[in-house]
């Protein structure tokens, strides 16, 4: 059985850090590219950050530049998300992905709610 299970989200002050972390079982992490997206209240859901199947490359969308880093151990079957200096407009639930370019697969976990105010 497929599962991504994200943890780690929390209500966190403006300026403030978090890391979330996201567990897989279920099927071969290393072939997957692995990303976070993240949806707030009334907005579409986007693209956060992702990183190649062996780790060795990183993606953010301009936005995220500079305050988000994603890394992956493949060992543990695990993907992270660390967040610096967070907003209040970061608030938003964060989803995890898996991704198979070959099958073109996707599978998402249920999200972890992150909370940035004061």
């Known amino acids: 059985q497929v599962q991504l299970v994200e943890s780690g989200g929390g209500l966190v002050q403006p300026g403030g850090s978090l890391r979330l972390s996201c567990q897989a079982s279920?099927?071969?992490?290393?072939?997957?590219?692995m990303s976070w997206y993240r949806q707030a209240p009334g907005k579409e859901r986007e693209l956060v950050a992702a990183i190649t199947r062996a780790g060795g490359s990183a993606n953010y969308p301009d936005s995220m530049k500079g305050r988000f880093i994603i890394s992956r151990d493949n060992a543990k079957n695990t993907v992270y998300l660390q967040m610096n200096s967070l907003k209040p407009e970061d608030t938003a639930v964060y989803y995890c992905?898996?991704?198979?370019?070959?099958?073109?697969?996707?599978?998402w976990g249920k999200g972890t709610l992150v909370t940035v105010s004061s």
């Open positions: 279920g099927f071969t992490f290393s072939s997957y590219v």
């Open positions: 992905n898996a991704f198979a370019p070959a099958s073109r697969i996707n599978y």
